[in-house]
């Protein structure tokens, strides 16, 4: 006997519910009050696990832990495409000291619309700019860094431009009043001369949004450009005397040796120990053009209570989300980089994952509470046995999620029963894996380096979408703007590839044919149609259309409901027996085998072995490998 559903409109209005609630204060702990461990579990995205809660309990709180509707969406896009262009490309550097020059920064075109075009071409559903990079450069005008597109080359358009001398005089006194006036150069972007695609940002995103893509966004905590001089000159010193002994420099250094007669570009706040006061959130500048909507209340402001550092990334976050939202993924890694020397920012991540929260509920954050984690390296691979709900140590509200997971972010195992009864766990969260990997060997471009091979691709898709992951592949353009040929032709052999592999699920009926609902409920290609056992185990019977051939297996679960999955084994009727011929643990949103040789049959069944609670499956796919040319 089983069980065919379309997902439950209770479980929606709660997801619904849970991501209006985030235009409040983001506090995991208010997801659900502590009532007691003997009361119902409501299902949820975040929430506490009670020092009277046994195993038994806390795995039906795992299973109980549900996507809010930006995450449900996120990880209905298999592969984003992260495009590492900026101050590096123009360096040929990994990592910038933030002493460069802005003139450094002038490409000859920035051509964003053949960006999309490579990139949709390889199956992307969703782009992510690095906005601004450890070097700090910001590759839009920002009211709050003079190092910026505004003050680069790139800015200017001076070609039969009669404006001409004055925009130079104007960019004469931003130079010289930049160091006390982190506006100074903003404020010239309108004098004149002005390139009509120098908001690089601003083109990208229109560019995305033309070719139907969702919006990512890039911004480095780290920021080398507002580290102190005197900070910069000592590790000058330090740099210059291992150079001196010959000893070998990191790429950090190696930046840092050849910036040397510079100094950092910014107004040195990370790590300066300046104080900690009360602010709103956003600071106005002089002659800042959001003046008349602030005062109207047109645009929300918020006090916050901060050092100038974090003052000025709640700021920076805060142009993002007004100037250029609907942003769908909002990336921010951990990077300290400079702690080890001595200097260090402490990141008020509470703060910013709540201000970005109250300007996009929906917004998945990297590394934030109720977003998405990285997977653990950057080789763009997932586990074998990939949970989306897991146990942290601490409130995901109040701190960079990689620091969160038992472990670390890069145990071999995350979410499974062990885990969850460590007696450090505190809180239960969705939190699907991003798994991230680069396309050439670097994440910027350098001229010596030769894309992945499409075949090598199409593993990476095996190895993470395949897994309950989704890839997010980075493609660097080059100086001159572009994505190189070979990267262009390397990302259309694979995204047709996995196309027409997966264009058709053998599983499914052919028209006209006799409709089982639990073999439509799961061929269907819709994530809210499920087949369900009685119980946590059962077995589900799929008569084929005909004999079919196929060498990939893909089950998926309907994570709206929960990812409750632990054990899984598909059999095909083959010499008048049911043979097994792949076996896996958890599923998720999509589990792919891929199998040794193909498999011929008429007829299939998928067994649940073990589960947390009652199943879902929504997808059971079968297809035949088409190999890329």
Known sequence: MVEVRRQRARVLVAISLFGLTLAAPVTAGATQAPAGCRGPITPAAVMPVLPCDGIDRIIAKAAATVPRAGQLAWQQRPVTAFTHFGMNTFTDREWGSGAEHEGRFDPPAVETDQWMASMKAAGVTQVMLTAKHHDGFVLYPSRYTNHSVVASPWWLSTKDCADLPAVTA????????????????????????ANARGDILGDYIASARKAGLKIGVYLSPADGAELTPPFFAEEVKAVEAKVAAGQPLSIEERAVYEDRASKPSGQARYGSGSAVTKRTIPTLVPGDDRADAVRAGRLPTFPVT????????????????????????LWLDGANPWRDAGVTERY?????????????????????????????????????????????????????????????????????????????????????????????????????????????????????????????????????????????????????????????NLAAPLPGQPRDPAVHAVTDGALGTSWSPRGLEGTLDLPLPGTRTFDQIRLGEDIGQGQHVEGATVQAWRDGAWTTIASVTTVGYGRTVTLPEPVTTDHVRVLITQARAKPHLSTVALHRTVAPK
């Open 170 to 193: 104007a960019r004469q006194r931003a130079e010289r009043d930049r160091a006390a006036d982190p506006s100074a150069y903003w404020r010239t972007r309108a004098t004149g001369c």
């Open 306 to 329: 901060e050092d100038d550092y974090n003052t000025y990334y709640l700021n920076q976050i805060y142009e993002l989300f007004t100037q250029y939202g609907p942003i769908d993924e």
């Open 348 to 504: 008020d991540f509470t703060t910013w994952f709540d201000l970005i929260h109250r300007l996009s509920p929906d917004t998945v954050t990297f590394a934030g509470p109720q977003g998405v984690r990285w997977v653990g390296n950057e080789r763009g691979e997932a586990r074998t046995a990939e949970w989306s709900a897991l146990p942290t140590t601490g409130d995901p509200a109040t701190g960079h999620n990689e620091e969160l997971f038992p472990g670390g972010a890069s145990a071999a195992d995350l979410g499974s029963r062990a885990v969850l009864a460590d007696p450090s766990v505190r809180y239960l969260q969705w939190a699907p894996a991003e798994a991230d990997v680069s396309i050439r060997p670097g994440w910027f471009f350098h001229p010596g380096e030769h894309p992945k091979s499409p075949a090598e691709l199409v593993e990476l898709y095996r190895r993470s979408t395949g897994r309950n992951a989704s890839l997010l592949l980075n493609v660097p353009p080059g100086p001159d703007g572009r994505i190189a040929p070979a990267d262009v032709a390397s990302l259309a052999a694979f995204g047709t590839a996995i196309r027409k592999t997966e264009a058709v």
